[in-house]
């Protein structure tokens, strides 16, 4: 991270500030409407658990670009990984002169993802990218073509993904017609199913689903985040993701778990599914996995990912050098400095401040999440009733305030926490200190 940039949230000026006023402008000229952003702020320099934007304002980092700069933005060994690559080559494509970097991560995926049988991987560019290419050699390996998604799920922006994704505003809304064979199934949402649905009878409920409106025989993949991320960083109830991936195996379904989210030591497992050790069939990662470069990748078993005939996969892209240099430093940089055992201390302060958090206010319904991937769902008191304004209040008195939170959720009431790892606990306990001050503030 830039040397100069102190670990200190920092205002001096209005949020935002003149300077980033400007700048919106131009945007607002300049950029489609279709790009949205949290906050209107201009950044200039990021790192450890700091953003600085163009006013010389510092906050305090609860987001990490959407769950990217999970090792922290700028991270040394990334830094001097890429500056190394970039003078050395940019691009050749992979596809016509390939490089070691490229299959330096492929190693590292094989060795790194959970399970221990014969693996291969390919590489792309974004998590929607990867999850489209799960989708292709899971139908070639099975010969079949429906896929089976769930309630609450996001899996991205292109036309297959937004027929997996389930929100309609603001991913889908006006750009359909969407991808045939795509069915969705029933989540284990603890906070709103009823009290006797555990995760062995969600799954049921679920599987008695897929079986009676899709079939097994049609059935070419299951693709499941093992906690949602846009869709409200929803836990399954423990036994769900297990009792799943077991019905996958016996029905020869691919299970495929979207980890470009939770993945590479976000949840205080180097992958979510680690948690009740689960081994799915494929596993998408993208997002964490190159410390801000754009890359993504499909892992899985051998005889799966070798369904694919010759040249029926790739991208120009796809597995760009740069980003390559930057996935292994991030790897090294993960492993050195012990960052799945960050995330959960991270996950233990959060979550031990958020459940005093709950039990003052009542407008906080339920507290959940795993490691350094914690959130808050905001209910009108003593119901399971949404409030979004509420989200939205607190969100927009914590910018203010300084500090980066993003929301979440299908009903748009969800807070959510995605701390960088490389975030120090003082700049956490402030931030949480900001949060709480957010909540007395806000009437909704
Ligand atoms: C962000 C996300 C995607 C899409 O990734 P992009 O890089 O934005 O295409 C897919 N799945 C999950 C779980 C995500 O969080």
Same mark, same amino acid.
Request: net charge negative.
């Given at each position: ?50 953003? @600085? &934007? #163009? *006013? /010389? ?13 999970? !090792? $922290? ?121 009823? @009290? &006797? #649905? *555990? /995760? ?13 409106? !899709? $079939? ?123 960052? #799945? ?104």
């Amino acid at each position: 991270m830039p040397a100069s940039l102190e670990q200190r949230r920092h205002l001096v000026t209005e949020i935002p500030g003149p300077r980033s006023l400007e700048l919106m402008s131009r945007k607002n000229a300049a950029v489609a409407r279709g790009i949205g952003t949290t906050m209107p702020v201009f950044a200039v320099e990021a790192g450890g658990g700091i953003v @600085k &934007d #163009v *006013d /010389g304002n510092s906050f305090i980092d609860l987001g990490s670009g959407i769950a990217v700069t999970t !090792v $922290g933005n700028s991270a040394p060994r990334v830094v001097e990984a890429v500056r190394e690559q970039v003078e050395a080559f940019t691009h050749t494509c992979f596809m016509v002169t390939p490089y070691e970097g490229y299959v330096a991560v492929a190693e590292a995926l094989n060795r790194l993802t959970p399970g221990d049988h014969e693996k291969r991987s390919a590489l792309f560019n974004s998590g929607a990218e990867a999850v489209e290419n799960a989708i292709k050699i899971a139908r070639a390996h099975t010969r079949r073509q429906a896929v089976v998604v769930f309630d609450h799920a996001y899996h991205g922006r292109t036309n297959l993904t937004m027929a997996m994704t389930a929100k309609s505003m603001p991913y889908k809304s006006g750009f359909g017609p969407f991808a045939p064979e795509i069915y969705r199934a029933p989540l284990s949402y603890p906070f709103r199913d009823e @009290k &006797d #649905v *555990d /995760g062995q009878t969600a799954a049921e409920r679920a599987i008695d689903v897929i079986e009676k409106q !899709v $079939g097994s025989a049609n059935l070419a993949a299951v693709v499941i985040e093992p906690i949602q991320g846009e869709g409200g960083f929803i836990v399954p109830a423990d036994g769900f993701l297990p009792a799943l991936s077991q019905w996958c195996a016996a029905h020869d379904v691919v299970f495929i778990a979207d980890e470009v989210q939770t993945g590479f030591a976000r949840t205080g497992d180097l992958f979510a599914c680690d948690h009740e050790g689960v081994v799915p069939d494929l596993i998408v990662t993208a997002k964490g996995i190159a410390g801000g470069l754009p890359l993504s990748a499909v892992t899985g078993r051998g005889d799966i990912m070798d369904a694919s005939h010759v040249s029926g996969l790739g991208g120009t892209y796809g597995g760009n050098p740069l980003a390559c240099a930057a996935a292994l430093a991030t790897i090294e940089t993960i492993e050195a400095e012990g960052l #799945v055992a960050r995330a959960g201390d991270i996950g233990r302060l959060m979550l031990d401040r958020l459940n005093r958090l709950q039990a003052d206010d009542d407008r906080v319904g339920d507290v959940r999440g795993r490691g350094a991937m914690v959130a808050v769902e905001l209910v009108k008191p003593g119901t399971t009733e949404p409030d979004a304004e509420l989200a939205r209040q607190v969100a927009a008195s914590a910018h203010r305030s300084g500090v980066i939170v993003l929301t979440c959720g299908t009903y748009g009431n969800v807070l959510r926490f995605l701390p960088p790892l490389a975030i120090s606990d003082e700049l956490l306990t402030e931030a949480l200190d900001v949060l709480t001050t957010a909540f007395e503030e806000a009437t909704a």
